[in-house]
């Protein structure tokens, strides 16, 4: 079996909010091979630049565009061909765009293998250790409290034990921020996780005295306060908050994560596959392990996203809970032809091979940047 075809589809809303939220677009990579096999895989990141990245000519050894490199390639052999990419971009790439194009064409090569030898990829990843998540439902902070603390109740109507509200407008005014918390709090009760994500805004002080006022709220987590490469100041807040605190999602190598680990001393390490790739993210959850560390995954953005999320979760022994986002964009909610299962606040493993979700054509066409 040979690679035939490496194509990255960019997806867009007609209206994009100016709002840190992912789930407005989405790039989507199609491996398509000799055998009439096809891989899908997904990147979070900036879908002109990855696209870029995948279609862009030969310049020389290290400088090549990823297509070029696996056309004619064998896609089963993933770990060879994420060493080939690395080796090939090593002038320009090493770390972000560059990794999570390399991310999402390694989903896609994970997807072909099992969809090749029958088997879902989890099995390929060592077998599952379980056959479903728990999911937190993740939402954006709405611009009042009374439209946070409904969603709040939404979340807890349809299910989920978890709640997580994140970036604007917190952050700006701790008398604001205290009200949003305070609010949400007695919208969910006592027994559901409440996930705060700062959206990056924070100093060190700043997020060792919002976590003191925040402990008679007993958040599950902190998430993001700072910017992520203050991995001295992570170490601070890790050091001085009594709350666990999580970050990793603008991470893409194992460097990076070794950083945020050991010098930032974080105790939730999240994991975009979007921007990791399978082959990554094993290692990096197998370095959590060693360091004592539990796994959450990120995800704002396709079904693509939660089922390759999925299956890596339930294939390590670190794994926590499961992000699961839950903004209403049509491209997040409808892409997938037959979605992952949510039930009961549980996200439930595909049973066909590969990923187990496959996109709409339909959707793709219409939302199809061209």
Known sequence: MKITDVEAFYLRLPEI?????????????????????????????SPYVTKAIIDAPYSHTMV????????????????????????????????????????????ALWDLKGKALGRPIVDLLGGALRDRMRVYSSNMFQFSIEA???????????????????????????????????????????????MLDVGLVWDAKTT?????????????????PLHPDDYAG?????RACTQHIAAGEEECTMVG?????????????????????????????DLARRR??????????????TAASLHFLCAIENALVMEYCVEPGEISRSLAVEPVRIVDGHAHLPPG?????????????????R
């Open 353 to 369: 091979p590969g990923l187990g979700v496959e996109p709409r054509a339909d959707i793709i066409e219409r939302y199809l940047v």
């Open 64 to 107: 090549t565009g990823l297509k070029s490199l696996l056309i004619g390639e064998n896609p089963l052999e993933t770990g060879r061909l994420w060493s080939k990419m690395h080796r090939a971009t090593i002038y320009y790439g090493r770390n972000g765009a560059v990794i999570q194009a390399m991310a999402g064409i390694d989903i």
């Open 148 to 194: 946070t603390v409904a969603r709040a109740r939404h979340a807890v109507d349809t299910g989920h034990t978890g709640v997580k509200f994140g970036w604007e407008p917190f952050g700006q005014s701790e008398a604001q921020d205290l009200r949003y918390v305070e609010a949400i709090r007695r919208a969910v009760g006592d027994d559901v996780d409440f």
């Open 292 to 305: 004592g560390r539990k796994v959450c995954n990120h995800n704002f953005t396709t079904d693509i996203n």
């Open 17 to 45: 909010q100016a709002r840190t939220d992912s789930s407005q677009d989405a790039l989507l990579i199609k491996i398509t091979t000799d055998s009439g096999l096809v891989g899908w895989g997904e990147v979070d990141g």
């Open 208 to 224: 060792i005295r919002r976590a003191q006022l925040f402990e008679p709220y007993r958040l599950f987590w902190i998430e993001e």
């Open 257 to 285: 994560f070794e950083r945020l680990i050991d010098e930032g001393g974080i105790d939730v390490v999240q994991i975009d596959v979007t921007r990791t790739g399978f082959t990554q993210a094993i290692q990096i959850a």
């Open 234 to 238: 992570y170490g601070k807040v890790s």
